[in-house]
């Protein structure tokens, strides 16, 4: 894979943006859950009665004295009862007319009148206890959050929500640009730092201060970055910082924008890219003040994290992100890395020895087209974009994924908050990184690599048929698709409920729509400005070393 970046300058894993509201998803319809409100009963429309006059202790009623007090049940109420079930503990399960039936809790009082009843009440349906949040998108946008059953490549969260939603007293660093007050964030947000060192790239007139503000990463028109010619026209912000913060952990369950994977932990903005990305220098400065060791002229860090999160990367690990992690995971710091959005192979930090390689895949299940791959890679997480396998050209043969972030409107400084549409293993890495800290939350006493063979022994497989289980891609795409259900119990020693069947891939987008749309990947990298390798004519590797 060429490369006109110089070793030294980092560069920002694909934050693509596409236009709000494209590609939608519903979740199956659910009832929002709020303290002081229950979803209304769903009915069966059959009753469950106990008989006064029944056998004491395990004994049945016969079958023919039950059959006889329905009939006189019947006669009395005049409501025509059937015996659809007699049931353990002499209970009876009785058919209604259809008319009846209407309105089963009325029946119900009416049995409970007759003076051979002891008790009825209408059969219902009850639900699994997964957690459902009140966020308007997340039933309506972020189905990747969702069940397996409904979306084969979803993380699997409200089940695992049951068991977690965080620990208040984990703190998850996101080494980025920083950071946005977005309204859905900014009560998760606990003080960071920015680590930008050159005010000609900070874009906030200074150094190396206590505010991890995202002041903006846009390029004036003209501005050359160090190995790429001039900028054409300015480049936006891309507010990737806050994106990516808000898919571990935006405010979940306010009734406002997105749901994040981390209800509970805090979150730390450590600013180390701005105008035309971050360096290598600043950003192993802020990976070993995330996790709690010192950096020189920096204050220590009051709230070191247990989770390190780094959306960013470029070129191959160098001893110093190796020795970072090492001292890191010494201390029980998990780092998790997105594996760049070029296509080709795993690109640093998310390479070193010890990090948490993730690579993305879309709603599917399927490895996503712009993703790294490599031996390195841990896992896949949700990260939108199209399936490899339905990529024509430069068209993705179906609706593309997507991930819903919180981010702002300024071009250049942030102006208003809103949402977008992003896709990236930007997004995958913090889905990880949110699983990770409700791991700890169950298991405080994980090791960082504890946590990351769990992650790893837990994971879905990938669905047969697909690119990461077809030709000589086997083995580079890591253990299998991120389950958080499945994470969180093996992370509290409790039975780790069995994997669906994998998934039969061919559908491709969630919604398995047939049109063909133009792959995003040119317009979305050019929007992002900051990438030299683009795709080349969107087609996916199909053999690589
Ligand atoms: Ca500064
Ligand atoms: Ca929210």
């Given at each position: 894979m060429p490369r006109s970046i110089p070793p030294v300058?980092?560069?920002?894993?694909?934050?693509?943006?596409?236009?709000?509201?494209?590609?939608l998803s519903p979740l199956a319809a659910t009832a929002a859950t709020s303290p002081d409100a229950r979803p209304a009963p769903v009915y069966s429309g059959n009753i469950i009665v106990r008989w006064k006059d029944a056998p004491g202790g395990?004994?049945?009623?016969?079958?023919?004295?039950?059959?006889?007090?329905?009939?006189?049940?019947?006669?009395?109420?005049?409501?025509?009862?059937?015996?659809?079930?007699?049931?353990?503990?002499?209970?009876?399960?009785?058919?209604?007319?259809?008319?009846?039936?209407?309105?089963?809790?009325?029946?119900?009082?009416?049995?409970?009148?007759?003076?051979?009843?002891?008790?009825?009440?209408?059969?219902?349906?009850?639900?699994?206890?997964?957690?459902?949040?009140?966020?308007?998108?997340?039933?309506?946008?972020?189905?990747?959050?969702?069940?397996?059953?409904?979306?084969?490549?979803?993380?699997n969260l409200p089940a695992a929500w049951d068991r977690s939603r965080g620990n208040e007293g984990l703190v998850i660093a996101v080494v980025d640009t920083g950071v946005l007050r977005h309204p859905d964030l900014a009560a998760r947000l606990v003080a960071g730092y920015d680590f930008i060192a050159?005010?000609?790239?900070?874009?906030?007139?200074?150094?190396?201060?206590?505010?991890?503000?995202?002041?903006?990463?846009?390029?004036?028109?003209?501005f050359a970055c160090p190995g790429m010619p001039a900028a054409p026209n300015q480049r936006?912000?891309?507010?990737?910082?806050?994106?990516?913060?808000?898919?571990?952990?935006?405010?979940?369950?306010?009734?406002?924008?997105?749901?994040?994977?981390?209800?509970?932990?805090?979150?730390?903005?450590?600013?180390?890219?701005?105008?035309?990305?971050?360096?290598?220098?600043?950003?192993?400065?802020?990976?070993?003040?995330?996790?709690?060791?010192?950096?020189?002229?920096?204050?220590?860090?009051?709230?070191?994290?247990?989770?390190?999160?780094?959306?960013?990367?470029?070129?191959?690990?160098?001893?110093?992100?190796?020795?970072a992690v090492d001292e890191?995971?010494?201390?029980?710091?998990?780092?998790?890395?997105?594996?760049?959005?070029?296509?080709?192979?795993?690109?640093?930090?998310?390479?070193?020895?010890g990090v948490i390689a993730v690579t993305a895949h879309v709603n599917d299940g399927e490895n996503a087209s712009y993703a790294n791959v490599g031996p390195q890679i841990a896992l896949s997480a949700p990260g939108g974009g199209c399936p490899n396998s339905k990529v024509s050209g430069n068209t993705c043969l179906v609706p593309p994924s997507a991930i819903r972030t919180l981010t702002n409107d300024g071009d250049t400084t942030a102006r208003n908050y809103t949402l977008v549409n992003s896709q990236g293993t930007s997004f995958a890495a913090p889905m990880v990184s949110g699983v990770a800290s409700l791991m700890l939350a169950v298991n405080g006493n994980l090791t960082s690599a504890q946590v990351t063979?769990?992650?790893?022994?837990?994971?879905?497989?990938?669905?047969?048929?697909?690119?990461?289980?077809?030709?000589?891609?086997?083995?580079?795409?890591?253990?299998?698709?991120?389950?958080?259900n499945r994470a969180l119990a093996a992370a509290a020693g409790a039975p780790v409920p069995p994997a669906p069947p994998p998934a039969n891939n061919g559908s491709g987008g969630d919604d398995g729509g047939g049109g063909a749309v133009p792959l995003w990947s040119g317009a979305a990298l050019a929007l992002a400005g900051l990438f030299a390798v683009l795709l080349p004519s969107g087609r996916r590797r199909q053999a690589r070393r």
């Open positions: 300058a980092l560069r920002l894993v694909l934050a693509a943006a596409v236009s709000a509201g494209a590609i395990t004994a049945l009623m016969p079958a023919e004295a039950a059959a006889e007090q329905v009939r006189k049940v019947a006669e009395q109420t005049g409501i025509g009862l059937t015996v659809k079930r007699q049931m353990g503990g002499n209970l009876a399960l009785l058919g209604v007319p259809a008319g009846k039936g209407a309105d089963p809790e009325a029946v119900a009082a009416q049995l409970r009148q007759d003076p051979r009843v002891a008790d009825a009440v209408p059969d219902r349906w009850l639900r699994p206890h997964d957690t459902v949040p009140n966020d308007p998108e997340f039933a309506i946008n972020q189905p990747y959050l969702g069940s397996p059953a409904v979306i084969p490549g979803a993380a050159d005010p000609l790239y900070s874009q906030d007139g200074d150094g190396r201060d206590g505010d991890p503000t995202d002041a903006g990463d846009f390029v004036p028109q003209g936006p912000s891309t507010w990737h910082g806050t994106r990516v913060a808000s898919v571990l952990g935006a405010v979940t369950n306010n009734g406002q924008d997105v749901a994040g994977v981390d209800w509970s932990a805090r979150i730390q903005p450590l600013r180390v890219s701005g105008r035309c990305g971050a360096l290598l220098s600043d950003t192993v400065d802020a990976m070993r003040w995330a996790g709690g060791l010192p950096v020189p002229n920096v204050p220590n860090n009051p709230t070191p994290a247990r989770v390190v999160n780094i959306s960013l990367g470029a070129g191959t690990c160098s001893s110093f992100e190796q020795q890191l995971a010494a201390r029980g710091v998990v780092v998790v890395a997105a594996a760049g959005n070029s296509a080709g192979p795993v690109e640093a930090p998310a390479d070193c020895r063979e769990l992650l790893k022994s837990s994971a879905r497989p990938h669905p047969a048929n697909t690119y990461c289980t077809t030709g000589n891609n086997a083995g580079n795409c890591g253990a299998g698709l991120l389950d958080a």
